[in-house]
């Protein structure tokens, strides 16, 4: 079953605009959820997590459970910010995690 | 502090050859994990292991074994290789309440 979902595999904005990303989840119980970005060539690191309840780089996740969505907003995308994007969530155990498929984001300038 | 290395980083086999994907991490880490990355699918966990001495499956652990030899190193194995694991794989490792720490990743073709 799919536990996360990214429903836009490409997402074009213009530099300056506000750019969401969208990360929806199916999970009984309370998951983690975190947001993964992997620069061009580069390992995947971590850019939020919901319990932090930080904004990264200008980014921020708001965990929505009724909604079931954790989605990545930034008023005012960079040019920096092409990246490919994970949402990714852990379950109860903390062992198994379960990544979607993936936004890749391109910030025209 | 390295964090988590894995090699070899490039890899071209034929089919029917086996090999052996190694991963190291550095940060006193219990559980360690392997994905792999394909194009529309995101990142799949193969395998993972919650400690030293424990493995279990993951999603898509079909034609892989792995090892954990120790604290420090977990290890993925291809006893026959095909072209369908033609993939990137990646090493990940984390410790309790915290997030996984990725390595650069292992490109795989296999012909």
Redesign the interface.
């Given at each position: 079953a799919q536990r996360v979902t990214q429903p836009e595999k490409l997402l074009s904005v213009f530099k300056g605009a506000p750019v969401e990303l969208k990360c929806n989840y199916s999970y009984s119980g309370s998951p983690e959820l975190f947001w993964y970005v992997q620069y061009s060539r580069q390992r995947l690191q971590l850019l939020l997590r919901h319990i932090s309840r930080e904004s990264i780089k200008g980014f921020t996740a708001d965990l929505n459970k009724g909604e079931t969505s954790f989605h990545l907003k930034k008023p005012f995308a960079q040019e920096e910010d092409s990246a490919m994007y994970y949402c990714a969530l852990s379950g109860l155990s903390g062992n198994q995690f379960y990544f979607g498929t993936g936004t890749s984001l391109t910030v025209i300038p | 502090n390295a964090g988590?290395t894995q090699t070899p980083k490039f890899q071209v086999l034929k089919t029917g050859q086996s090999m052996t994907l190694q991963c190291a991490q550095d940060m006193n880490h219990n559980?360690m994990?392997w994905?792999r990355q394909d194009p529309?699918?995101?990142?799949?966990?193969i395998y993972?292991s919650?400690s030293e001495g424990t493995t279990?499956k993951?999603?898509v652990p079909n034609g892989y074994n792995v090892s954990r030899l120790n604290k420090r190193e977990f290890s993925l194995r291809l006893e026959s290789a095909a072209p369908s694991q033609t993939s990137v794989y990646?090493c990940?490792s984390?410790e309790?309440?915290q997030?996984?720490h990725?390595?650069?990743?292992t490109r795989l073709s296999i012909l």
């Open positions: - | 988590v559980s994990y994905y529309g699918m995101g990142l799949r966990l993972y919650a279990d993951g999603e990646f990940a984390k309790v309440d997030p996984q990725f390595g650069d990743g």
